[in-house]
């Protein structure tokens, strides 16, 4: 990877039409369209729900807390999402709204910093969209899904904010707030109601988006939903959905989805309800429905508790395959019906359970019979040959080292290599990338951990100044690579081709090259850069 002074000043001179020269020959890219002034009243635009006005903030038009299904309160807590009732006059939408009810400890952690902040409310189904015109440009969309292990996150986090993917790639953007921990995720095997409430809300949030984003230069036919973590395993869970007879979405964005996590059936969903009623005293769901949320959000601390195992991440509130809103593991999605015609680009950083498990002092402390021991849970009797070669793999390995390298296979990068095979195999668009950049925060221990691609994507280091993960890192290097990564998102979302000039070429993952694209100091497409650990993992293949 090279530094990119010029194109750095492109993408950065604050004007819409600058990114005319990134993205001037794509069908439908920038034009000449008058950006909004800085005196302007604001925007207005008029929905079916009612009227809209937004503000202006740097040169974008940026409408946010607009609401797109009903408050999920009182009687609607743990039902689907359903349609908002609308509004007189207009409102304004120029504040974020709450975001969904989450655990919050002031100052945060060692690696994000905060990842959630109040103000949190139940009434929290609201959305926030920045464009460079509320006219007919028909622009590319992205939609983004924030992770945050199900129980954390916002779409109303300024980490998430769109105004560069707008401003840059000339994108109408959208992000999301869903309902999260135990609102969102509980399942009670209600009759007719099925569960994944969280779902149910993000494809209200989709559906309004087909609907509605017209009106904010938006093309509905040409939808990008992007997501990390918890947000890119929803991306696989939407890909199904195809109302009317037509995908929701053209192209998918999956960021260190957690393919390997178990998705519990409807009988062992029940279980961990039961173990959340025992936490709260409660016999059933329409107590539940009486308890204020802060109390609900609390017992949180004990699930962790009570569902947690050694050697593993813990999440204690987990979708569900309930036959309803779900029927099949997420990945199973992207591979027929309509997720099989959706462009995807799918990736993990290196060193993904870092995150959790480096900087714990217990698993620090951990040996290597209790690292062989949970080893046995994925390489039955060959679990000693596979400590080995994870330990020859990296020299001077302590046991939590290879713990997290195991973790780090096991949860995110085996299944993303799989899912990319699978598509290959059937003829399907899938690209790969791999985040190599380690940071030095930590003294290194974090190295390119879960997380860590997230400000170079959206290219805002700015508003990451919380987060310690960040500290230490060379700044030209850093602004170097973000330029790279967020071209190649734009380029994504605009064409379905994450390759831009000058960046070494990005070519599909195909069964006989499987290239991907290491995001590094020095940028370099691989081919089969998991080979080893694939075979490994899965003999033969």
């Known amino acids: ?82 349609p908002h009732p609308g509004w007189q006059g207009t409102r304004d939408a120029t504040a974020y709204g709450p975001s969904a009810p989450q655990p919050y400890r002031e100052g945060g952690d060692q690696v994000l910093g905060t990842h959630g902040s109040p103000p949190f409310d139940e009434d929290c189904l609201t959305l926030n969209v920045w464009t460079p015109g509320a006219d007919s440009a028909k622009r590319p969309v992205m939609v983004w899904i924030h992770g945050g292990g199900f129980i954390s996150g916002s779409g109303s986090l300024p980490v998430y904010s769109g105004d560069t993917f707008a401003r840059d790639g000339d994108l109408v953007v959208v992000t999301v707030n869903y309902r999260l921990g135990p609102l969102g995720y509980l399942y009670f095997g209600e009759d007719g109601a099925g569960g994944n409430f969280w779902l149910t809300d993000q494809l209200a949030a989709l559906n309004w988006v087909r609907d509605n984003i017209a009106a904010f230069g938006g093309d509905p036919d040409n939808i990008t939903v992007a997501g990390q973590s ?76 009570r569902t947690g195992k050694w050697g593993y991440w813990s999440t204690p509130f987990l979708p569900v395959i309930d036959g309803t809103t779900l029927d099949r593991d997420p990945a199973d999605l992207l591979l027929s019906g309509a997720g099989a015609d959706i462009d995807v680009l ?161 070519g599909r993952y195909e069964r006989d090259s499987r290239t991907t694209m290491a995001l590094d100091s020095v940028t370099t497409a691989v081919d089969d850069i998991a080979g080893y650990w694939r075979r490994l993992h899965h003999p033969g293949t």
């Open 1 to 82: 990877m090279t530094d990119e002074p010029s194109r750095r000043k492109v993408l950065r001179n604050g004007s819409v039409l600058a990114g005319a020269a990134l993205f001037s020959g794509v069908p439908g890219g920038p034009a000449a369209q008058a950006a909004p002034r800085a005196n302007d009243p604001g925007p207005v635009v008029d929905l079916p729900a009612g009227r809209l006005r937004g503000g202006i903030e740097g040169g974008l038009a940026v409408f946010k807390g607009v609401p797109y299904a009903a408050p999920p309160v009182g009687a609607l807590r743990w039902r689907p999402a359903r």
């Open 230 to 305: 918890g947000g890119a395993l929803s991306v696989a869970a939407l890909a199904g959905a195809r109302p009317k007879g037509r995908p929701l979405f053209r192209r998918a964005i999956l960021q260190s989805p957690p393919l390997g996590l178990k998705i519990p059936t409807r009988a062992e969903s029940l279980q961990r309800t039961a173990q959340y009623l025992d936490v709260l005293g409660a016999t059933n769901v329409a107590e539940l429905r009486a308890v204020p949320w802060p109390r609900l959000i609390a017992a949180t601390f004990e699930m962790f508790g």
């Open 346 to 506: 799918i990736g993990w950083t290196r060193e993904e359970a870092n995150f959790a498990f480096a900087l714990s002092e217990p698993y620090v402390a951990a040996t290597k019979d209790q690292v062989l021991a949970r080893a046995r849970d994925t390489f039955g009797n060959r679990a000693a040959q596979a400590y080995t070669a994870y330990e020859q793999a990296r020299p001077g390995a302590r046991p939590v080292d290879v713990l997290m390298d195991l973790i780090s296979d096991d949860l995110f990068r085996m299944p993303a290599v799989a899912l990319a095979e699978r598509r290959a195999a059937r003829g399907r668009p899938v690209w790969a990338y791999q985040f190599n950049l380690p940071t030095p925060a930590h003294d290194g221990r974090l190295a390119a951990a879960h997380c860590l691609e997230l400000p170079f994507v959206f290219d805002n280091f700015d508003k990451w100044s919380h987060a310690p993960f960040l500290t230490g890192l060379n700044p030209r290097i850093r602004e170097g690579l973000a330029a790279t990564v967020h071209a190649s998102w734009i380029s994504f979302i605009r064409t379905g081709d994450p390759h831009h000039d000058p960046m070494p070429k990005w």
